[in-house]
Structure formats: C-alpha cells, structure tokens
C-alpha cells in the first residue's frame, strides 16, 4: 500500500462491537488493497474501542482508530471520519455492512473507465441475521445534464443504499458536512448527482442487516434528536428540506441562477410529494387525532 491510499474507507461506529469483526473482516478480504480504513468511534461503552485499537495495532497504516471524547451524535461523527479521509476516492461504511470481496475493485475500475462519474455503488442485499430480505432499489444517474441527474436520484431513491458507493474525494470536498436534519443523506446524494453521474457497479453486493445502523426513520428521528415532524412524517419534511437545501442552501447548486434553483428545487419537492407523501396521507390523517389529545392542556 503506497503512503498516500488511493481509497479511504471511513466507518463510523458507535457500540458495534456486535457487528464489527465480520464486517471488517469482509472489508479486510477486499481484492483491492490500496486503501486506508479510518474508524471513528463515537464514545463507545462496549468493546469496540478494545477491538478497533487493536486492529489499528496490528496494522499500521492500513487501519486508523479516532475516537470522540463524548458522543457527538450519528451525523456529526459521520462529518468527521469524512474530514479524516485523505485517499483519491472516499467511501463510508456502515459498522453493519459485509463487502463482497471484489465490490471495491469493481467500484473502483469503473470510476478509473469513467472520468466523468462521480460515484460508483454496487447493489445492496438487506438481511436480518440469516433471512435475506432481498435486494435495495438499483439506482443509476447517467443523464448528460447535472437537473436530469438530480431528478432522476429522487425518482429512484428508496433505501438509498447506493450512499454506501465509492466516490472521488474531490467531489466529496465540494459538498458542505451533512446537517442533523431528516433525509440529510439524500441531499448529500443529490449534490454528488449534480457533480456527476452515479453508476452502478453489476455483480457485486453489499449486504447490510437491518438490526445493526440501518433504521427505520422514526428511529433515525428519535436517536438524532430531530423534531416530531422528522420522526412522525418524514417525507413531508423531507420534501420542504430537499426544496430548501437545493433552493438556497447548499453551494453545489450556485453555478445555477436563482429561478434555475427555484424551478429546481419545486420540482423535486413535487417528487417526493408524490412518490412518499400522497400514499402516506391516511397513515397521516390516522396520527393527528393522537396528536392533538397530547397537546391538549390538562
């Protein structure tokens, strides 16, 4: 491995020791061999300071262990092990997730055939202990035109397993640290849409269980701390934010004028309206009474 990797694989991990070794294991099996693994570890309570730190022991240079003095929380974590990562390409690990042992060479080679791509992501295979789930939604965004690409993401978007791809690093530079918000992983994935395509690498999976990091929303909600509105309806909010960080808020889209943005930003807010809120309104409608018996004073 050369002293600058060509690949830095961040793993964010807050008590994983449950899943830890055999996703490590698996990543450590990878055909490809010049990365850098950077664990950061969010004030862990169980044993996953004593594995990583003997990981990181055992091989010098290959495995970089930070950790937390206190827990910062899931997103500000992830921002950090992001800003550690200093490889051509980038990619994130879930503490959860088992590579196939060719996915990062797979990744990796078609960015190397693809200048013009800004990411690059396998299939994702959900399981719960032995039970496969089945396969993630395939996403793909390959249109010449970076709004065509941002749209088509939000189309296609449902687990957003593909976040979990291989990425060039200075297209990760150019987008702002994830805020603490609902959906900030979507945003994050549009913004790379618009900086280049996003492609799929065939034949290769990575499979990631549904007891360890990967939540439902609401427990996405409830663990970060977010608003009611976040937990309860979480595609209405995140229409309004996906509208507002494209409208206004992140810098990817500052080369487009403000009505480009606008015109934009309602147009995928009009997505995801009609792809997760329109079906979600009796769920909706059935919570509100509920609701306004809490709020009720006395």
Do not use: H
Request: aromatic content about 8%.
């Amino acid at each position: 491995m050369t002293a600058q990797p060509r690949l830095s694989i961040g793993l964010p991990v807050y008590n994983g020791e449950e899943y830890l070794a055999e996703s490590l294991d698996a990543l450590l099996g990878q055909t490809y061999e010049d990365f850098e693994l950077v664990i950061s570890d969010n004030a862990s309570t169980d044993g996953t300071e004593e594995y990583a730190r003997a990981l990181a022991g055992r091989l010098p240079g290959r495995v970089r262990y930070l950790r937390n003095e206190q827990n910062v929380g899931p997103t500000e974590n992830f921002n950090r092990v992001r800003s550690a990562c200093r490889g051509e390409f980038v990619m994130w690990l879930g503490d959860d997730d088992r590579l196939a042992p060719d996915y990062v060479s797979a990744c990796v080679a078609l960015l190397d055939g693809r200048p013009d791509a800004a990411m690059v992501a396998g299939a994702v295979r959900y399981v719960d202990g032995d039970r496969d789930l089945g396969l993630g939604d395939v996403l793909v965004c390959d249109a010449d035109d970076p709004r065509e690409r941002v749209l088509s993401y939000y189309r296609q978007v449902g687990d957003n397993g593909s976040f979990y791809g291989v990425t060039r690093a200075e297209v990760a530079g150019r987008i702002e640290p994830m805020a603490q918000v609902m959906g900030n992983d979507w945003y994050l994935m549009a913004a790379i849409s618009y900086l280049g395509p996003i492609l799929r690498a065939g034949q290769v999976e990575i499979r990631r269980s549904t007891g360890g990091a990967t939540r439902s929303l609401k427990q996405v909600a409830r663990s970060g701390g977010l608003s009611w509105i976040e937990g309860e309806v979480p595609q209405l909010a995140i229409a309004g934010l996906a509208f507002r960080d494209i409208g206004w808020s992140s810098p990817v889209y500052a080369d487009r004028s403000v009505i480009g943005r606008l015109v934009l930003a309602t147009r995928v807010a009009a997505i995801v309206l009609r792809r997760f809120v329109v079906p979600a309104v009796p769920r909706y409608l059935r919570l509100l009474p509920g609701r306004f018996r809490r709020a009720r004073p006395g």
